[in-house]
Protein backbone atom coordinates (compact mmCIF):
# COMPACT_ATOMS: atom_id res chain seq x y z
CA UNK A 1 0.00 0.00 0.00
CA UNK A 2 1.19 3.80 -0.90
CA UNK A 3 3.05 5.52 1.92
CA UNK A 4 3.12 9.26 2.10
CA UNK A 5 6.40 9.85 1.05
CA UNK A 6 5.42 8.50 -2.65
CA UNK A 7 3.45 11.96 -2.61
CA UNK A 8 6.20 14.54 -4.20
CA UNK A 9 7.21 11.58 -6.42
CA UNK A 10 3.87 11.56 -7.92
CA UNK A 11 3.30 15.56 -7.59
CA UNK A 12 6.27 15.93 -9.60
CA UNK A 13 5.19 13.47 -12.49
CA UNK A 14 2.19 15.00 -13.08
CA UNK A 15 3.51 18.75 -12.46
CA UNK A 16 5.89 17.56 -15.27
CA UNK A 17 2.79 16.83 -17.97
CA UNK A 18 2.44 13.34 -17.44
CA UNK A 19 -1.05 11.99 -17.72
CA UNK A 20 -1.67 15.18 -20.33
CA UNK A 21 -0.45 13.49 -23.29
CA UNK A 22 -2.06 15.16 -26.40
CA UNK A 23 -2.56 12.91 -29.83
CA UNK A 24 0.04 11.94 -31.66
CA UNK A 25 2.74 12.72 -28.54
CA UNK A 26 5.43 10.33 -27.58
CA UNK A 27 3.84 7.52 -25.35
CA UNK A 28 4.62 7.50 -21.90
CA UNK A 29 7.44 5.51 -20.36
CA UNK A 30 6.53 2.07 -19.46
CA UNK A 31 7.91 2.35 -16.21
CA UNK A 32 5.64 5.48 -15.55
CA UNK A 33 2.49 3.64 -16.77
CA UNK A 34 3.83 0.76 -14.89
CA UNK A 35 3.30 2.39 -11.32
CA UNK A 36 1.64 5.06 -12.03
CA UNK A 37 -1.36 4.01 -14.04
CA UNK A 38 -3.83 6.85 -13.94
CA UNK A 39 -1.58 8.84 -15.72
CA UNK A 40 -1.71 7.15 -18.78
CA UNK A 41 -3.33 8.85 -22.10
CA UNK A 42 -7.53 7.85 -22.57
CA UNK A 43 -8.98 6.63 -25.56
CA UNK A 44 -11.42 8.98 -26.28
CA UNK A 45 -15.09 7.93 -27.91
CA UNK A 46 -17.16 11.11 -28.86
CA UNK A 47 -20.24 11.48 -26.35
CA UNK A 48 -18.17 9.49 -23.78
CA UNK A 49 -17.56 10.89 -20.24
CA UNK A 50 -14.48 13.28 -20.55
CA UNK A 51 -11.75 11.79 -17.88
CA UNK A 52 -10.31 14.21 -15.59
CA UNK A 53 -7.56 12.92 -13.41
CA UNK A 54 -6.36 14.14 -10.30
CA UNK A 55 -4.76 17.25 -10.01
CA UNK A 56 -0.83 17.66 -8.56
CA UNK A 57 -2.74 19.07 -5.22
CA UNK A 58 -5.05 15.76 -4.90
CA UNK A 59 -2.01 13.66 -4.09
CA UNK A 60 -0.83 15.55 -1.50
CA UNK A 61 -1.03 14.61 2.72
CA UNK A 62 -4.42 13.83 4.06
CA UNK A 63 -5.39 13.27 7.82
CA UNK A 64 -6.74 9.75 7.17
CA UNK A 65 -2.97 8.89 6.29
CA UNK A 66 -2.48 7.77 9.74
CA UNK A 67 -4.82 5.57 11.12
CA UNK A 68 -7.31 6.93 13.85
CA UNK A 69 -6.37 4.80 16.34
CA UNK A 70 -3.10 4.65 18.92
CA UNK A 71 -0.14 5.32 16.83
CA UNK A 72 -1.28 5.93 13.62
CA UNK A 73 -1.75 2.34 13.31
CA UNK A 74 -4.26 -0.32 13.41
CA UNK A 75 -2.84 -2.67 15.89
CA UNK A 76 -5.36 -1.38 18.35
CA UNK A 77 -8.02 -3.38 16.05
CA UNK A 78 -6.86 -6.62 16.16
CA UNK A 79 -4.88 -6.82 19.58
CA UNK A 80 -7.20 -9.64 20.67
CA UNK A 81 -4.61 -11.91 18.58
CA UNK A 82 -2.10 -11.59 21.94
CA UNK A 83 -4.30 -13.06 23.45
CA UNK A 84 -5.43 -15.82 21.56
CA UNK A 85 -2.15 -16.86 21.56
CA UNK A 86 -1.07 -16.84 25.01
CA UNK A 87 -4.30 -18.38 26.29
CA UNK A 88 -6.10 -20.06 23.68
CA UNK A 89 -3.98 -22.98 21.86
CA UNK A 90 -7.19 -24.72 20.90
CA UNK A 91 -7.79 -21.72 18.82
CA UNK A 92 -4.60 -21.80 17.27
CA UNK A 93 -4.52 -25.08 16.43
CA UNK A 94 -8.06 -24.83 14.77
CA UNK A 95 -6.46 -21.73 13.10
CA UNK A 96 -3.80 -23.90 11.29
CA UNK A 97 -5.94 -27.04 10.85
CA UNK A 98 -8.57 -24.93 8.64
CA UNK A 99 -5.74 -23.40 6.24
CA UNK A 100 -4.69 -27.23 5.66
CA UNK A 101 -8.41 -28.34 5.29
CA UNK A 102 -8.86 -25.31 2.91
CA UNK A 103 -5.41 -25.19 0.99
CA UNK A 104 -5.56 -29.11 0.56
CA UNK A 105 -8.74 -29.31 -0.84
CA UNK A 106 -9.33 -26.15 -3.48
CA UNK A 107 -10.44 -27.58 -6.92
CA UNK A 108 -8.72 -26.06 -10.09
CA UNK A 109 -10.87 -23.08 -10.98
CA UNK A 110 -10.38 -21.80 -7.02
CA UNK A 111 -6.28 -22.68 -7.00
CA UNK A 112 -6.60 -20.46 -10.36
CA UNK A 113 -8.81 -17.48 -8.71
CA UNK A 114 -6.53 -17.56 -6.18
CA UNK A 115 -3.75 -16.96 -8.45
CA UNK A 116 -5.00 -14.28 -9.92
CA UNK A 117 -5.74 -12.33 -6.84
CA UNK A 118 -2.45 -13.30 -5.30
CA UNK A 119 -0.55 -11.29 -8.20
CA UNK A 120 -3.20 -8.63 -8.06
CA UNK A 121 -1.39 -6.47 -4.82
CA UNK A 122 1.44 -4.56 -6.70
CA UNK A 123 -1.16 -3.95 -9.84
CA UNK A 124 -4.80 -4.28 -11.75
CA UNK A 125 -6.38 -5.07 -8.86
CA UNK A 126 -9.32 -3.60 -10.31
CA UNK A 127 -9.19 -6.14 -13.13
CA UNK A 128 -8.94 -8.59 -10.92
CA UNK A 129 -12.17 -7.33 -8.57
CA UNK A 130 -14.06 -6.26 -11.40
CA UNK A 131 -16.10 -9.69 -11.42
CA UNK A 132 -18.50 -8.25 -8.74
CA UNK A 133 -19.79 -6.29 -11.12
CA UNK A 134 -21.44 -8.57 -12.67
CA UNK A 135 -20.85 -10.38 -16.17
CA UNK A 136 -21.52 -7.56 -18.36
CA UNK A 137 -20.66 -4.74 -16.35
CA UNK A 138 -17.49 -6.44 -15.36
CA UNK A 139 -16.27 -6.48 -18.86
CA UNK A 140 -17.15 -3.02 -19.26
CA UNK A 141 -15.14 -1.65 -16.70
CA UNK A 142 -12.20 -4.01 -17.58
CA UNK A 143 -12.90 -2.66 -20.97
CA UNK A 144 -12.98 1.14 -19.45
CA UNK A 145 -9.56 0.05 -17.31
CA UNK A 146 -7.42 -0.96 -20.43
CA UNK A 147 -8.59 2.45 -22.38
CA UNK A 148 -7.38 4.03 -19.24
CA UNK A 149 -10.08 6.11 -18.64
CA UNK A 150 -10.37 5.81 -15.29
CA UNK A 151 -7.55 8.01 -13.90
CA UNK A 152 -9.08 8.97 -10.93
CA UNK A 153 -10.30 5.14 -9.66
CA UNK A 154 -6.56 4.46 -10.86
CA UNK A 155 -4.63 6.42 -8.89
CA UNK A 156 -6.86 5.78 -5.65
CA UNK A 157 -7.52 2.05 -5.17
CA UNK A 158 -5.54 0.85 -8.66
CA UNK A 159 -2.07 1.82 -8.67
CA UNK A 160 -0.78 -1.31 -6.44
CA UNK A 161 0.96 -0.27 -3.41
CA UNK A 162 0.96 3.51 -4.93
CA UNK A 163 -2.96 3.78 -4.72
CA UNK A 164 -3.25 6.80 -2.68
CA UNK A 165 -6.46 5.75 -1.39
CA UNK A 166 -4.08 3.52 0.67
CA UNK A 167 -0.74 4.02 2.92
CA UNK A 168 1.40 2.99 5.57
CA UNK A 169 -0.64 3.03 7.99
CA UNK A 170 -3.22 0.83 6.00
CA UNK A 171 -0.38 -1.90 4.44
CA UNK A 172 -0.01 -3.89 8.09
CA UNK A 173 3.44 -3.95 7.47
CA UNK A 174 3.87 -2.30 11.03
CA UNK A 175 1.31 -5.09 12.75
CA UNK A 176 2.71 -7.68 10.95
CA UNK A 177 6.47 -6.97 12.71
CA UNK A 178 4.59 -6.33 15.79
CA UNK A 179 3.17 -9.93 16.20
CA UNK A 180 5.59 -11.60 14.37
CA UNK A 181 4.04 -15.19 13.84
CA UNK A 182 5.14 -17.39 11.33
CA UNK A 183 2.77 -18.31 8.03
CA UNK A 184 1.08 -21.81 7.61
CA UNK A 185 3.31 -23.29 4.87
CA UNK A 186 6.69 -22.30 6.97
CA UNK A 187 4.87 -23.50 10.08
CA UNK A 188 3.58 -26.77 8.76
CA UNK A 189 5.49 -27.56 5.23
CA UNK A 190 4.49 -30.98 5.22
CA UNK A 191 0.72 -30.09 5.11
CA UNK A 192 0.32 -27.25 2.77
CA UNK A 193 0.79 -27.55 -1.02
CA UNK A 194 2.21 -24.94 -2.50
CA UNK A 195 0.09 -23.29 -5.43
CA UNK A 196 2.58 -22.19 -7.82
CA UNK A 197 2.32 -20.50 -11.31
CA UNK A 198 -0.05 -18.15 -12.65
CA UNK A 199 2.43 -15.59 -11.97
CA UNK A 200 3.09 -16.42 -8.76
CA UNK A 201 6.57 -18.48 -8.59
CA UNK A 202 8.02 -16.11 -5.89
CA UNK A 203 4.94 -16.52 -3.59
CA UNK A 204 6.24 -18.61 -1.49
CA UNK A 205 9.70 -16.63 -0.70
CA UNK A 206 7.92 -15.27 1.92
CA UNK A 207 9.89 -16.40 5.25
CA UNK A 208 10.20 -12.96 6.45
CA UNK A 209 7.07 -11.63 6.25
CA UNK A 210 4.96 -12.45 9.30
CA UNK A 211 1.57 -13.81 8.81
CA UNK A 212 -0.91 -11.87 11.04
CA UNK A 213 -2.76 -9.73 9.54
CA UNK A 214 -3.27 -10.28 6.22
CA UNK A 215 -1.98 -7.58 4.14
CA UNK A 216 -3.92 -9.01 0.69
CA UNK A 217 -6.85 -9.21 2.66
CA UNK A 218 -6.83 -5.95 4.05
CA UNK A 219 -5.81 -4.62 0.81
CA UNK A 220 -8.84 -6.10 -1.35
CA UNK A 221 -11.30 -4.85 1.75
CA UNK A 222 -10.43 -1.54 2.03
CA UNK A 223 -11.19 -1.00 -1.81
CA UNK A 224 -14.37 -3.34 -2.00
CA UNK A 225 -15.20 -1.52 1.31
CA UNK A 226 -15.01 1.79 -0.20
CA UNK A 227 -16.44 0.75 -3.69
CA UNK A 228 -19.31 -0.35 -1.91
CA UNK A 229 -20.23 3.13 -0.37
CA UNK A 230 -19.60 4.63 -3.78
CA UNK A 231 -21.60 2.18 -5.65
CA UNK A 232 -24.59 0.81 -3.08
CA UNK A 233 -26.30 -1.08 -5.49
CA UNK A 234 -23.41 -3.47 -5.69
CA UNK A 235 -22.27 -3.48 -2.70
CA UNK A 236 -23.14 -7.23 -1.29
CA UNK A 237 -21.51 -8.61 -4.15
CA UNK A 238 -17.82 -6.07 -3.95
CA UNK A 239 -18.34 -6.77 -0.32
CA UNK A 240 -18.20 -10.66 -1.19
CA UNK A 241 -15.83 -10.11 -3.68
CA UNK A 242 -13.63 -9.27 -1.07
CA UNK A 243 -14.06 -11.77 1.04
CA UNK A 244 -13.13 -14.19 -1.89
CA UNK A 245 -9.72 -12.25 -2.16
CA UNK A 246 -9.25 -13.04 1.81
CA UNK A 247 -9.99 -16.96 1.58
CA UNK A 248 -8.34 -17.20 -1.74
CA UNK A 249 -5.03 -16.60 0.98
CA UNK A 250 -5.69 -19.64 2.80
CA UNK A 251 -5.81 -21.07 -0.31
CA UNK A 252 -2.89 -20.46 -1.13
CA UNK A 253 -1.75 -21.88 2.01
CA UNK A 254 0.15 -17.98 2.97
CA UNK A 255 -2.60 -17.33 5.49
CA UNK A 256 -4.39 -18.51 8.29
CA UNK A 257 -8.49 -17.83 9.20
CA UNK A 258 -7.64 -15.61 11.76
CA UNK A 259 -5.12 -13.67 9.33
CA UNK A 260 -8.12 -12.88 6.78
CA UNK A 261 -10.34 -12.25 9.43
CA UNK A 262 -7.44 -9.24 10.81
CA UNK A 263 -7.15 -8.06 7.54
CA UNK A 264 -11.09 -7.63 6.67
CA UNK A 265 -11.08 -5.88 10.81
CA UNK A 266 -7.75 -3.49 9.62
CA UNK A 267 -9.34 -3.01 5.84
CA UNK A 268 -12.77 -2.18 7.10
CA UNK A 269 -11.17 0.29 10.21
CA UNK A 270 -8.57 1.72 7.43
CA UNK A 271 -12.00 2.47 4.85
CA UNK A 272 -13.58 4.10 7.46
CA UNK A 273 -11.08 6.30 8.50
CA UNK A 274 -10.84 7.24 4.70
CA UNK A 275 -14.44 8.03 4.60
CA UNK A 276 -14.64 9.93 7.41
CA UNK A 277 -11.97 12.01 6.19
CA UNK A 278 -14.04 15.41 4.37
CA UNK A 279 -10.66 15.94 1.68
CA UNK A 280 -10.40 12.24 0.96
CA UNK A 281 -14.28 11.52 0.98
CA UNK A 282 -14.55 14.22 -1.59
CA UNK A 283 -11.41 12.45 -3.83
CA UNK A 284 -13.13 9.05 -3.33
CA UNK A 285 -17.06 10.78 -4.64
CA UNK A 286 -15.21 11.87 -8.05
CA UNK A 287 -13.97 7.79 -8.35
CA UNK A 288 -17.45 6.82 -7.57
CA UNK A 289 -18.73 9.44 -10.18
CA UNK A 290 -16.50 8.23 -12.95
CA UNK A 291 -16.89 4.83 -12.58
CA UNK A 292 -21.21 5.39 -12.63
CA UNK A 293 -20.64 7.87 -15.45
CA UNK A 294 -18.52 5.31 -17.70
CA UNK A 295 -20.48 2.42 -16.99
CA UNK A 296 -24.18 3.86 -17.89
CA UNK A 297 -22.71 5.56 -20.83
CA UNK A 298 -21.15 2.36 -22.01
CA UNK A 299 -24.76 0.50 -21.20
CA UNK A 300 -27.03 3.47 -21.94
CA UNK A 301 -29.03 3.01 -18.56
CA UNK A 302 -28.71 3.54 -15.25
CA UNK A 303 -26.27 1.81 -13.23
CA UNK A 304 -29.61 0.25 -10.97
CA UNK A 305 -31.05 -0.85 -14.31
CA UNK A 306 -27.78 -1.94 -15.40
CA UNK A 307 -26.99 -4.15 -12.57
CA UNK A 308 -30.94 -5.65 -12.13
CA UNK A 309 -30.70 -6.98 -15.87
CA UNK A 310 -27.00 -8.46 -15.35
CA UNK A 311 -25.71 -12.00 -14.32
CA UNK A 312 -24.44 -11.14 -10.72
CA UNK A 313 -21.28 -12.34 -9.46
CA UNK A 314 -23.30 -14.07 -6.75
CA UNK A 315 -27.31 -12.98 -6.01
CA UNK A 316 -27.71 -10.67 -3.01
CA UNK A 317 -28.64 -13.02 -0.45
CA UNK A 318 -25.50 -15.30 -1.64
CA UNK A 319 -23.64 -12.81 -1.40
CA UNK A 320 -24.26 -11.84 2.26
CA UNK A 321 -24.54 -15.62 3.15
CA UNK A 322 -21.08 -15.88 1.78
CA UNK A 323 -19.23 -12.40 2.93
CA UNK A 324 -21.21 -13.61 6.65
CA UNK A 325 -19.30 -17.39 6.55
CA UNK A 326 -16.26 -15.80 6.07
CA UNK A 327 -16.18 -13.62 8.38
CA UNK A 328 -15.25 -16.48 11.03
CA UNK A 329 -14.15 -19.66 8.32
CA UNK A 330 -15.60 -21.44 10.78
CA UNK A 331 -13.96 -21.24 13.67
CA UNK A 332 -15.25 -22.55 16.61
CA UNK A 333 -17.64 -19.86 18.61
CA UNK A 334 -15.26 -18.84 22.41
CA UNK A 335 -18.44 -18.22 24.17
CA UNK A 336 -21.75 -17.26 23.99
CA UNK A 337 -22.26 -14.41 25.66
CA UNK A 338 -25.12 -12.29 24.62
CA UNK A 339 -23.31 -8.94 24.52
CA UNK A 340 -24.27 -6.05 23.05
CA UNK A 341 -22.01 -5.23 19.42
CA UNK A 342 -19.84 -2.41 20.05
CA UNK A 343 -20.15 -0.70 16.84
CA UNK A 344 -16.90 1.62 16.25
CA UNK A 345 -17.28 5.39 15.96
CA UNK A 346 -16.14 5.53 12.26
CA UNK A 347 -18.75 2.79 11.01
CA UNK A 348 -22.55 4.46 10.70
CA UNK A 349 -20.65 6.33 7.88
CA UNK A 350 -20.01 3.38 5.80
CA UNK A 351 -24.03 3.06 5.23
CA UNK A 352 -24.85 6.67 4.36
CA UNK A 353 -24.96 6.40 0.69
CA UNK A 354 -26.93 3.20 1.67
CA UNK A 355 -29.47 4.83 3.95
CA UNK A 356 -28.95 8.83 3.69
CA UNK A 357 -32.32 9.32 5.29
CA UNK A 358 -31.31 7.97 8.40
CA UNK A 359 -28.79 9.92 11.10
CA UNK A 360 -25.44 8.60 12.52
CA UNK A 361 -26.86 6.82 15.17
CA UNK A 362 -29.75 5.16 13.24
CA UNK A 363 -27.24 3.54 11.45
CA UNK A 364 -25.21 2.89 14.56
CA UNK A 365 -28.19 0.52 15.26
CA UNK A 366 -28.07 -0.38 11.92
CA UNK A 367 -24.79 -1.83 12.52
CA UNK A 368 -25.73 -3.10 15.98
CA UNK A 369 -28.85 -5.08 14.64
CA UNK A 370 -26.60 -6.79 12.17
CA UNK A 371 -23.40 -7.53 13.74
CA UNK A 372 -22.32 -10.74 14.03
CA UNK A 373 -22.76 -13.15 17.33
CA UNK A 374 -20.75 -12.25 20.37
CA UNK A 375 -17.59 -14.55 21.26
CA UNK A 376 -16.13 -15.31 18.14
CA UNK A 377 -11.92 -15.51 17.94
CA UNK A 378 -11.02 -11.55 17.82
CA UNK A 379 -14.08 -10.67 19.48
CA UNK A 380 -12.02 -8.21 21.72
CA UNK A 381 -15.12 -7.73 24.87
CA UNK A 382 -12.01 -5.91 27.00
CA UNK A 383 -13.06 -2.00 28.03
CA UNK A 384 -9.82 -0.97 26.25
CA UNK A 385 -10.30 -2.80 22.93
CA UNK A 386 -13.96 -2.78 22.87
CA UNK A 387 -14.23 0.25 19.84
CA UNK A 388 -11.32 -0.60 18.50
CA UNK A 389 -12.08 -4.73 18.47
CA UNK A 390 -15.59 -3.86 17.42
CA UNK A 391 -14.88 -4.15 13.95
CA UNK A 392 -14.69 -8.39 14.38
CA UNK A 393 -18.55 -8.00 14.50
CA UNK A 394 -19.53 -5.52 11.72
CA UNK A 395 -21.45 -7.89 9.22
CA UNK A 396 -21.26 -4.65 6.24
CA UNK A 397 -22.90 -7.00 3.46
CA UNK A 398 -25.91 -7.72 6.28
CA UNK A 399 -26.21 -3.67 7.03
CA UNK A 400 -26.11 -2.56 3.69
CA UNK A 401 -28.89 -4.92 2.52
CA UNK A 402 -31.10 -4.36 5.55
CA UNK A 403 -34.66 -3.64 5.47
CA UNK A 404 -35.27 -0.64 7.99
CA UNK A 405 -38.22 1.12 8.81
CA UNK A 406 -38.09 4.14 11.09
CA UNK A 407 -41.70 5.10 13.28
CA UNK A 408 -43.13 7.56 15.22
CA UNK A 409 -40.79 8.91 18.05
CA UNK A 410 -37.39 7.25 16.33
CA UNK A 411 -38.57 3.69 16.77
CA UNK A 412 -36.43 1.67 14.32
CA UNK A 413 -36.91 -1.71 13.12
CA UNK A 414 -34.53 -3.78 11.27
CA UNK A 415 -35.49 -6.55 9.22
CA UNK A 416 -38.77 -6.65 10.75
CA UNK A 417 -37.71 -6.82 14.76
CA UNK A 418 -37.00 -3.95 16.96
CA UNK A 419 -33.04 -2.24 16.78
Given at each position: MACASIAPALTVALAAGVGVVPAGAAPVPDMVGEYLPATLPPVQHPGA??????????????????????????????????????HHPEVMKENLDTVVEVNNNADAETVRRAQVDAAADDGDLMTALSDAFGSTLGGELRTALRENRLPVTRALMDSGYLSRAGGLASSTLIEKQIFGYDRPFIVAPDRITKHTGGGN?????????????????NQAVWTTTLLAVLLPELAPQLLARG??????????????????????????????????DPRMREVLTRAGDEIRAELEWRTGTSLADAVAADTPYRTTAAAVEEYTE???????????????????????????TAFPHLDWGQRARVLAAT?????????????????????????????????????????????????
Open positions: PVPKPLSPADYGWYISDLSSYNGGIYYDVVSGFDDLRAEDLYDLEDSPSFPSGHTAEAGYNRMVMGVHYPLDVAGGRMTGQAAAADRWNRMTHGLTRMDDADRAAVVPQGAPELLVALPAGYPLDDPSRSGREAGGWQRINLAAAFTADVEVGQGGAMTVNGRPA
